[in-house]
C-alpha cells in the first residue's frame, strides 16, 4: 500500500530491530486499512491509528538520519492514508461508490484498496462516532437512517436515504481527463497527488534513480461510475474531520441529490472531505465549469510542489449541515439558523420532490399530513411512506447539523489544543522553578534570578493557555445550544412520525370495522342463499317424490296386467313344453311312428306359435304404455340430474361466498394485527422521544445554567475589573500622597535644622562680631553681621515654611489615612467579588467536568479510545483547574 519503502524494507528489516518492527508495523496498517475499506470497519482503522503512533515511536527511535527522515515521510503517508480511509468510510458510498473509486483512485503505488462503505449504517438517526467531544451524548443514534435520511445504512446493508437528481452525463463526459492523462504518472482525485507528492519527497535521497511507476489509466465515465462518483457518501454520526477548503456548497448539494437518488431510507448524511481518495474530477458539478485535464493538473502540482492545487480544492469536499432547529424546516429556514452559512443552497429543496418523482409520484410533500393511504395498501406500504418522508426531513435537519458538527469539532480540537497547552505551560513552570530552587540551593543567584523571566513567560502562557481553553469551552456550549435545537427539531420530526404512525392505525382500524359491514352483509346474503336454495331443494323434492310414487305406482299396474293377462297362455305354453318334452322323448324311444309324432310335434309347434303370437299380441298392447313409462322415467332422472346440477352451483356460490367471508376475515384480522402493531410503534416512539424529550430538556437545563453561569461570571469578571482598576487608582493616588507627605516630612526637617543651625549659629557670630568691633576689625565685624543676617533671614523664611508644611502634613497624612481606608474597603470588595467568581468558575468547571466524563464514557463505548484519551487529558487537566480555584 505505501509503495516502495515497504518493499525495500524487506530486504534490510534485518538491519536494525526498530527497522524490522517498523517494517512488521507498516504491514499490520497495511491489512488494516485493508480490512477497514473491504469490511468498513471502524475499529480496524483505530486499529491502524494506534499502529501509526507505535510507527511513530519507533521511527524516533532509529539511528540514521537518512533512514528517520525517509521513515518519517513515509509516516506522513501512512497518516494522510489512514485520515483517506476514516473520511470515505464515514461518508458511506456503497457498493457502486466502492467501484467507482476503485477505478478513479487507482494509483501508480500499490495503495491498496480503495473502496468504501457507510460506517453509521442503520442512524444512528446516530451516537457520533467519528466526533465524540463534549457532546457526544448530545448527538442522536442511527436513525434509520443515514445523511441520514439521505442515508442510515452501511455499505453492505441497504439501510433507510433520498435521491436528488444527479447531474447530466454530458457535462460529467466533459468535465472527464484527456486521453493522454492515462499515461502520466498523477492520479485523477487531488488526494492521490497529495500522496504520491508526500512519496517523491520522502523518497528523493534514497530513490533518485529509480523511475516513477505507471498510473492506471483515467477511468471512462460510464453510468455506474458517474453516479458513484458525484454520489455523496451518508452516514448516521455526522463528525468528520475538516477538510483544508471549503467546497462550493452547490456542488455538495448536487452530491446530495444523487447519493439519495439510490437510497431514500438509507444512512444519515455524511458529506466526505478527501475527493480525491474518493471521488474522481469527473464528479465536479456543472455549475464549477468544466475541470482541467490531466495535463493541467500535473503542471499545477509542479507549481505548487506539496501544497493543495487548485484542483485539489475543488475535490475537497466539505460536510454541509443537516439538522435544523425547527420541525420540518425548509432550506432555507436552516440556512438561516447557521451563524455563518457559506451560500444559500439553492438545489437541495427540489430533491424531496425529485424523490417523489423517481418513486412514482407526481409529487412529494415533506409534511405527514399530507400522505394518503390507499385502501388497498398493506401496513408495510403506508409505512414505506411514512419512512420515506421522515427520511426526507431527516435530510434536511442534518444538511445543517453537519455544518454545526463541523463547527463543534474545531471548537473542541481548540479546546483539546488549549487543554494539552495548559499541561505543558504547567509541567514548564514547575520545572523552571525546581530548576530555580536548585539554584537557590546552591547559591547561584544570578542562575535564579535568570529564571524568573522564564517563570513569568511560562506563567503568562499558562494564563493565556487557560483563557483560551475558557474561551472555547464557551464556543462549545453555544454551539451545543444550536445542535440542541436540531435534536428537538428531530425529536419533534420523530414525535410527527409517531403521530402518522398512530393515524394510520386508527385508519387501519377504521378499515377492519368496515370490513365488519362488508362480513355481515356478506353473511346476511348468505343466509337467504342458503334460505332460497332449502325452499327450492324442499319443493323440487316433493315434486320428484311424487313423481317416483306414480311412476312406481303405474309400473307395477303395467306388470301386474300383463301377468294377469298372460297366466292362461303361460301355463299353456308350459303344458305343451311338458308334452314336447315327452314326445322329443317317446321319439327316441319310438323312431317307426316318427313321422306321425313329427307331424303331431308340428302341429303343436304350430299351436306354440300362435300361443306366442297372442302373448306378443298382449304385450304389444301394453308397449305403448310401457315406452311413456320410460319417457317419463327419463324426463324424470334429467329433471333429478338439473336439480344436482342447481345444487351444485348453489353449493359452489355458497363456498364462493364462504371464501369471502374467510377472506375477508383473515383480512380483518391482518388489519387489526397491523393496527395494533402501528400503535405499538407510535406509542414506542412517542416513549422514546418523551425520554429524548426529557434529556434534552435536561440537557437544555444544564445549558441555561452553564449560560447563567457565564453571565453571572462575566458580571463578576467585570465588576472584578471596575475593582481592580479602581483600586490601582487608589493605590496611586495614595503612593502620591505617601510620597508627597514624606517630601514634606523631609522639607520640615530641613527647616527645623536650619532654624536650629541659626540659632546655634547667631551667638556665635554675635561674639564673634563684638570681639571684632573691639579689636577694631571692622571687616571681619561686616562679614559676621552680614552672616548673622543672612541666618536670620534663613532662620525666619524656615519658621514660615515650617508653619505651612505642618498644617500641610496633618492634611495630607488625613488624606493619606481616608485613602488607605478607600483602599482597605475596595480590596475587601475586590477580595468578595474574587471569591465569588471563584466559585462560579468551580460551578462553572464541574459541570464541564461531568459533561466530559459522559463524553469520554460515549467514546469508549464507541471504542473511540484516541477520543476518550483526549478526554481524559481534558479532565486531568480541568480538574486541576478546580482543584486551584479551590485551594484559593
Keep these: 500500500m505505501f509503495g516502495r519503502l515497504s518493499r525495500k524494507s524487506q530486504s534490510k528489516e534485518s538491519a536494525s530491530t526498530p527497522s524490522k518492527d517498523a517494517h512488521d508495523i507498516l504491514r499490520k496498517i497495511e491489512e488494516s486499512l485493508q480490512a477497514a475499506r473491504t469490511e468498513s470497519s471502524f475499529p480496524q482503522v483505530n486499529e491502524a491509528r494506534r499502529l501509526a503512533k507505535e510507527l511513530e515511536t519507533l521511527v524516533n527511535r532509529l539511528k540514521g538520519k537518512d533512514e528517520q527522515s525517509l521513515w518519517s515521510s513515509q509516516l506522513a503517508v501512512v497518516n494522510e492514508e489512514i485520515e483517506t480511509v476514516m473520511n470515505s468510510l464515514m461518508g458511506g458510498g456503497g457498493e457502486a461508490g466502492n467501484k467507482g473509486a476503485g477505478e478513479a483512485s487507482s494509483p501508480a503505488l500499490d495503495l491498496g484498496g480503495g473502496g468504501e462503505g457507510g460506517l453509521f449504517d442503520g442512524m444512528q438517526v446516530g451516537s457520533d462516532a467519528g466526533g465524540g467531544g463534549l457532546f457526544a451524548g448530545l448527538t442522536m443514534s442511527a436513525e434509520p437512517p443515514a445523511d441520514s435520511v439521505l442515508a442510515p445504512s452501511p455499505a453492505g446493508a441497504p439501510v433507510p436515504v433520498p435521491a436528488p437528481v444527479p447531474s447530466p452525463m454530458e457535462s460529467l463526459a466533459q468535465l472527464s481527463p484527456a486521453p493522454g492523462a492515462s499515461e502520466s504518472n498523477e492520479q485523477p482525485g487531488g488526494g492521490g497527488r497529495r500522496r504520491k507528492k508526500n512519496l517523491r519527497v520522502g523518497y528523493a535521497r534514497k530513490e533518485k534513480s529509480q523511475?516513477?511507476?505507471?498510473?492506471?489509466?483515467?477511468?471512462?465515465?460510464?453510468?455506474?461510475?458517474?453516479?458513484?462518483?458525484?454520489?455523496?457518501?451518508?452516514?448516521?454520526?455526522?463528525?468528520?474531520?475538516?477538510?483544508?477548503?471549503?467546497?462550493?456548497?452547490?456542488?455538495?448539494?448536487?452530491?446530495a441529490e444523487e447519493d439519495g437518488a439510490d437510497e431514500i431510507l438509507g444512512e444519515p448524511v455524511l458529506m466526505t472531505e478527501d475527493a480525491g481518495a474518493t471521488q474522481p474530477a469527473e464528479s465536479v458539478s456543472p455549475t464549477l465549469g468544466a475541470g482541467p485535464s490531466g495535463d493541467e493538473e500535473e503542471g499545477g502540482e509542479e507549481q505548487d510542489g506539496d501544497a493543495d492545487s487548485p484542483q485539489d480544492e475543488e475535490e475537497s469536499v466539505e460536510?454541509?449541515?443537516?439538522?435544523?432547529?425547527?420541525?420540518?424546516?425548509?432550506?432555507?429556514?436552516?440556512?438561516?439558523?447557521?451563524?455563518?452559512?457559506?451560500?444559500?443552497?439553492?438545489?437541495?429543496?427540489?430533491?424531496?420532490?425529485?424523490?417523489?418523482?423517481?418513486?412514482?409520484?407526481?409529487?412529494?410533500?415533506?409534511?405527514?399530513?399530507?400522505?394518503?393511504?390507499?385502501?388497498?395498501?398493506?401496513?408495510?406500504?403506508?409505512?414505506?411512506?411514512?419512512?420515506?418522508?421522515?427520511?426526507?426531513?431527516?435530510?434536511?435537519?442534518?444538511?445543517?447539523?453537519?455544518?454545526?458538527?463541523?463547527?463543534?469539532?474545531?471548537?473542541?480540537?481548540?479546546?483539546?489544543?488549549?487543554?494539552?497547552?495548559?499541561?505543558?505551560?504547567?509541567?514548564?513552570?514547575?520545572?523552571?522553578?525546581?530548576?530555580?530552587?536548585?539554584?537557590?540551593?546552591?547559591?547561584?543567584?544570578?542562575?535564579?534570578?535568570?529564571?524568573?523571566?522564564?517563570?513569568?513567560?511560562?506563567?503568562?502562557?499558562y494564563t493565556k493557555a487557560i483563557n483560551e481553553w475558557y474561551k472555547a469551552q464557551e464556543e462549545c456550549e453555544d454551539i451545543s445550544a444550536t445542535l440542541a435545537s436540531i435534536l428537538e427539531s428531530k425529536s419533534e420530526v420523530k414525535l410527527k412520525y409517531a403521530g402518522a404512525l398512530k393515524k394510520l392505525g386508527e385508519a387501519l382500524e377504521s378499515r377492519a370495522?368496515?370490513?365488519?359491514?362488508?362480513?355481515?352483509?356478506?353473511?346476511?346474503?348468505?343466509?337467504?342463499?342458503?334460505?332460497?336454495?332449502?325452499?327450492?331443494?324442499?319443493?323440487?323434492?316433493?315434486?320428484?317424490?311424487?313423481?317416483?310414487?306414480?311412476?312406481?305406482?303405474?309400473?307395477?299396474?303395467?306388470?301386474?296386467?300383463?301377468?294377469?293377462?298372460?297366466?292362461?297362455?303361460?301355463?299353456?305354453?308350459?303344458?305343451?313344453?311338458?308334452?314336447?318334452?315327452?314326445?322329443?322323448?317317446?321319439?327316441?324311444?319310438?323312431?317307426?311312428?316318427?313321422?306321425?309324432?313329427?307331424?303331431?310335434?308340428?302341429?303343436?309347434?304350430?299351436?306354440?306359435?300362435?300361443?306366442?303370437?297372442?302373448?306378443?299380441?298382449?304385450?304389444?298392447?301394453?308397449?305403448?304404455?310401457?315406452?311413456?313409462?320410460?319417457?317419463?322415467?327419463?324426463?324424470?332422472?334429467?329433471?333429478?340430474?338439473?336439480?344436482?346440477?342447481?345444487?351444485?352451483?348453489?353449493?359452489?356460490?355458497?363456498?364462493?361466498?364462504?371464501?369471502?367471508?374467510?377472506?375477508?376475515?383473515?383480512?380483518?384480522?391482518?388489519?387489526?394485527?397491523?393496527?395494533?402493531?402501528?400503535?405499538?410503534?407510535?406509542?414506542?416512539?412517542?416513549?422514546?422521544?418523551?425520554?429524548?424529550?426529557?434529556?434534552?430538556?435536561?440537557?437544555?437545563a444544564l445549558r441555561q445554567t452553564l449560560a447563567e453561569l457565564r453571565l453571572e461570571e462575566k458580571a463578576a469578571n467585570e465588576k472584578i475589573d471596575a475593582l481592580k482598576s479602581e483600586v490601582d487608582q487608589k493605590k496611586e493616588g495614595l503612593s502620591r500622597s505617601k510620597a508627597e507627605l514624606e517630601q514634606m516630612v523631609l522639607a520640615i526637617g530641613e527647616a527645623e535644622s536650619v532654624i536650629k543651625n541659626a540659632e546655634e549659629m547667631l551667638p556665635k557670630l554675635e561674639e564673634e562680631k563684638k570681639n571684632a568691633v573691639a579689636k577694631k576689625n571692622f571687616k571681619d565685624a561686616a562679614k559676621f553681621s552680614s552672616e548673622a543676617k543672612a541666618l536670620t533671614d534663613e532662620k525666619i523664611q524656615a519658621e514660615s515654611s515650617l508653619s505651612d508644611l505642618q498644617g500641610s502634613v496633618e492634611d495630607a497624612r488625613k488624606k493619606a489615612e481616608e485613602m488607605e481606608e478607600v483602599v482597605e474597603k475596595l480590596e475587601g470588595e475586590l477580595s468578595a467579588a474574587e471569591q465569588e467568581g471563584r466559585v462560579l468558575q468551580n460551578k462553572h468547571i464541574s459541570i464541564t467536568i461531568d459533561m466530559l466524563n459522559q463524553a469520554m464514557e460515549a467514546a469508549s463505548s464507541e471504542e473511540n479510545y484516541d477520543e476518550a484519551a483526549a478526554l481524559q487529558n481534558e479532565i486531568e487537566v480541568a480538574q486541576e483547574l478546580k482543584n486551584s480555584i479551590e485551594v484559593n
Design 513 to 700: 370495522g368496515s370490513i365488519d359491514e362488508s362480513i355481515a352483509e356478506l353473511e346476511k346474503e348468505n343466509a337467504e342463499h342458503e334460505a332460497n336454495m332449502a325452499e327450492i331443494l324442499e319443493d323440487d323434492m316433493s315434486r320428484l317424490n311424487a313423481l317416483r310414487r306414480v311412476l312406481e305406482e303405474r309400473e307395477g299396474e303395467v306388470q301386474h296386467k300383463i301377468k294377469e293377462k298372460t297366466t292362461e297362455f303361460v301355463e299353456q305354453k308350459e303344458k305343451h313344453l311338458e308334452e314336447k318334452s315327452k314326445l322329443e322323448e317317446e321319439l327316441e324311444a319310438i323312431r317307426e311312428t316318427l313321422r306321425k309324432k313329427e307331424e303331431e310335434m308340428a302341429e303343436v309347434q304350430g299351436e306354440i306359435d300362435e300361443i306366442d303370437g297372442k302373448i306378443q299380441k298382449v304385450e304389444a298392447k301394453f308397449a305403448k304404455q310401457q315406452d311413456k313409462l320410460n319417457s317419463e322415467r327419463k324426463d324424470i332422472e334429467e329433471e333429478g340430474e338439473k336439480f344436482q346440477a342447481l345444487q351444485d352451483q348453489l353449493k359452489a356460490g355458497q363456498d364462493v361466498i364462504k371464501e369471502k367471508i374467510t377472506k375477508e376475515s383473515s383480512r380483518k384480522q391482518q388489519l387489526i394485527e397491523d393496527s395494533q402493531a402501528a400503535c405499538e410503534s407510535s406509542k414506542a416512539t412517542e416513549s422514546q422521544m418523551k425520554d429524548d424529550i426529557e434529556n434534552a430538556k435536561k440537557t437544555d
Design 319 to 461: 460536510e454541509e449541515g443537516s439538522k435544523g432547529g425547527a420541525p420540518l424546516l425548509s432550506l432555507d429556514d436552516l440556512a438561516a439558523e447557521d451563524e455563518a452559512p457559506a451560500e444559500p443552497i439553492a438545489s437541495v429543496p427540489d430533491a424531496a420532490e425529485r424523490i417523489g418523482e423517481q418513486d412514482g409520484a407526481a409529487a412529494f410533500s415533506l409534511d405527514f399530513g399530507d400522505i394518503a393511504f390507499g385502501d388497498d395498501e398493506t401496513y408495510a406500504e403506508s409505512a414505506a411512506k411514512l419512512e420515506k418522508v421522515l427520511s426526507a426531513n431527516f435530510i434536511k435537519l442534518e444538511l445543517q447539523n453537519s455544518q454545526i458538527l463541523q463547527q463543534e469539532k474545531s471548537a473542541r480540537d481548540k479546546r483539546i489544543g488549549a487543554a494539552n497547552d495548559i499541561a505543558q505551560a504547567k509541567k514548564k513552570s514547575e520545572v523552571l522553578e525546581e530548576e530555580q530552587m536548585k539554584a537557590v540551593e546552591l547559591e547561584e543567584f544570578e542562575k535564579a534570578d535568570e529564571l524568573n523571566s522564564s517563570i513569568d513567560e511560562a506563567k503568562e502562557s
Design 211 to 255: 523511475t516513477n511507476l505507471v498510473a492506471s489509466p483515467a477511468p471512462a465515465v460510464s453510468d455506474n461510475s458517474t453516479e458513484s462518483s458525484q454520489r455523496l457518501p451518508l452516514s448516521d454520526e455526522f463528525v468528520m474531520e475538516s477538510p483544508a477548503v471549503q467546497a462550493d456548497p452547490v456542488d455538495v448539494v448536487a452530491a
